[in-house]
């Protein structure tokens, strides 16, 4: 027997998951089309847009599970869910946060490209 109000409670908290996903990828998007339109990643715009890309993956997800495990919660209490296998959900998002420490480092190491471009072409240029 299904428990229709912990589903849609468990559902609701996805869908704030699923947003923060969401808004997350917009950003990725502006990082790599701007990538790909300057033709390298060893810009120094480049890489502040990297490095805050990473702080965003780490603080988006992190404050959406937060804040859809503290709906759920209130979901549950008001709506007297039973706690079952739909509304039991643990939102980990230790992916998100390895990989916003990834793009962090790679920033630095994008800013570091950008350095040794620009020292490269004022060498040309003399």
């Known amino acids: 027997m299904y428990n229709i109000k912990g589903i849609s409670t468990t559902l609701v908290a996805c869908l704030i998951v699923c947003i923060g996903q969401a808004v997350l990828a917009k950003f990725a998007e502006f990082y790599f089309r701007n990538a790909e339109a300057s033709g390298t990643p060893f ?11 990473g702080i965003l993956m780490i603080v988006i997800p992190t404050g959406c599970a ?7 919660g209130i979901i549950i209490g008001f709506m007297n869910v039973m706690a079952d296998k ?3 959900l643990n939102f980990d998002n230790e992916a998100s946060i ?3 420490i990834m793009f962090i480092v790679g920033s630095f190491i994008c800013g ?15």
């Open 66 to 72: 937060v804040l859809a495990e503290i709906v759920q």
């Open 86 to 88: 739909w509304s039991d």
């Open 43 to 53: 810009t120094h715009i480049g890489a502040r847009e990297l490095r805050r890309l």
């Open 98 to 100: 390895i990989v916003g």
């Open 112 to 126: 570091y490209g950008a350095e040794v471009l620009e020292s490269r072409n004022k060498a040309q240029e003399q």
